[in-house]
Each structure stands twice: as structure tokens, then as C-alpha cells.
């Protein structure tokens, strides 16, 4: 090999080295890292909407005692609970939710009294989601807990 | 000497393709270096933003103005009663001033109620205002900040799901 040939293969290598760089700078700087406001904006949010949802009146309940009627009564409370958050809570949050009724073991479903069947209640598009910020959990004396997450 | 010319002109022509290729390099680093100082700068003005409103959303829900309370202990919520009667406040040039500096330079505040009116109310008034305005108006541009908040009525003894909006400066 000539001196010159070696001189361009050493060139290509600090330019490909150089090519490599770049692209792992811009690769770092493009990944959309949640900023720390954006997280207390959404804390702030998630919270904010469990109180609300707490306190709605549907009819002439508020949703605290409809969700203990849920538990206590008939599978239709639930039903229409799940119905009326669904629909509402995909006005308030764009960017994905996810609300549960859990037991303190983190369950799902919503043992009736009256019925065999388990109700579901889960629901909204974001619990895979990427990242998200959990309310502070609504307790449902000596039942479970009502979970909100919010995606940011 | 006819060699001796020819040697000198082949590194002057090597040593002007290593600059034009050292000005290609450096011009592309400062398009990339000003874009990604941009980028950055656009970053920080909407953080800076992001945190303006955040904080003004949370002052406007803990504002006595808005605040709905029980038996004299403050809740968690806004009275829809307080937020339908606060332009009236505004007429006053004063408070008008007051206002305007404690929310800034916003575009509009309001907000909007989630679900529709009352139950069995026969009544036409506020209960049944799908938003409140309580200061300037929404424009066509600004980003919108929103929290949901639970709404009061207290002439019915019950609460509703809205959502506080804030349209910003662009």
C-alpha cells in the first residue's frame, strides 16, 4: 500500500468516527425527556381531577357513594360509572388515562354481592403508557382504593 | 524545472480540496450547532412559560375570589356562583388593575363546565352555563394550560367536573 492510500483510508476513518458521533449527539438530543414542570403540571392535574371525580354529582349522588354502591349493590351502578367516567374523561385528558377500582391488592374487579359475575373496572388508554404520574389514591373504606394515572 | 512546477501546483490543488473540505465541515458543525441552540432556546421559553401558568393555575384555584367553602371551612373546588358574578368586579378600574397584574399578560381565563345542566332544574341561570369567563377572552393563538377542578353550586348543593383553561402568550 502507498503512502498516499493510507493517508485517505486514515481520513475516512476520522470522518466515519466523526459521522458516528454526530449521529449519536442528535440521536440524544431528539429523545423527548419529560421535563420536571411537565411532571408537577401533570401531578397537579391528576390529583386535581380524582377530587373532581370524587365530588360529581350524577343525579343526585355523588360519585363517592355511587363507587361505595358499586361495590355494595348492583352491577348497574358500576356500569353506568364506567360509562359516564368513560365518556368524560376523555375530554379531560388528551394525552391518555387510566382509572381502576382496585382491592388493596391491586385487583381489578369488583366482587357484587348480588351478582356472580365480576365487574371490570378498568379502564382508559394509558396504563402501558410511557410514562405517567399516579394520583394520590382515593380509599374506599374496607374495599380498595380508586387509581387515576395520567400520561404526560 | 518544468517538474518542479508541476510538484508545486498538485499540493497547491491538494492543499485548496482540504480546505474547501475543512469550510464544508465547519459551515455544516455551525448549521447544526445554531439549530440545536434554537432548539434549545424554544426549550427553555416554553419551560419558563410552562411554569408561569402552571403556578397561576394553582394560584387561581386557591383564590378566596373562586374558592368555594362549607360551613366556613375552604374545600377543594371553585363556586360556580363566584365565578359567574367576577366581571362584575371587573368593571371597577381598581380591581381591574389588580387583576391584570396578578394574571399577566393571558390571552383569556375560563372554565368549562363537563357535563350538561343541572338535573330537574327548571331554573335559567348559571347552573346551566356550559363555561364561566372570568377574564379577557380566548384568541385564536396562544397555548392553552388547563387543570380539572371540581365546580360548586351552591344554590343546588352540588358539584360538577370542569376544567380551568388559561390561553397564554404564543
Known sequence: ?152 | MYFKNKKGQLEISITMMVLVVFIVLMLLSLILYFRFTYTEIEETREDILDQKYSSLLSTIIGLPEFRCSKNNADEECLDASKLHEFDKLLSDKHLDNYYRNLFGNVNGIWVEIIDSGLANNTKKDYSDAPMSQIYGEKKSKGLIYSAPVSVYYPDYKRYKIGVLKIQGEL
Request: proline share 1%; charged share 25%.
Open chain 1, 1 to 152: 500500500m502507498k503512502r498516499g492510500q493510507a493517508e485517505i483510508i486514515g481520513l475516512v476513518v476520522v470522518v466515519l468516527l466523526l459521522v458516528f458521533a454526530l449521529i449519536f449527539f442528535v440521536k440524544t438530543k431528539s429523545v423527548d425527556e419529560d421535563t420536571e414542570t411537565k411532571l408537577i403540571r401533570t401531578t397537579i392535574r391528576a390529583n386535581s381531577a380524582l377530587n373532581a371525580i370524587m365530588k360529581v354529582h350524577i343525579q343526585n349522588k355523588q360519585m363517592k357513594d355511587l363507587i361505595s354502591d358499586c361495590y355494595e349493590q348492583s352491577i348497574n351502578v358500576c356500569e353506568n360509572i364506567r360509562d359516564y367516567l368513560n365518556v368524560n374523561l376523555d375530554k379531560i385528558f388528551d394525552s391518555g388515562y387510566y382509572f381502576a377500582l382496585q382491592d388493596f391488592g391491586g385487583n381489578v374487579h369488583v366482587d357484587n354481592s348480588d351478582s356472580i359475575n365480576l365487574v371490570s373496572m378498568e379502564f382508559g388508554n394509558g396504563k402501558n403508557c410511557r410514562q405517567g404520574i399516579e394520583a394520590s389514591p382515593f380509599i374506599v373504606k374496607g374495599r380498595g382504593k380508586i387509581v387515576l394515572k395520567v400520561c404526560t
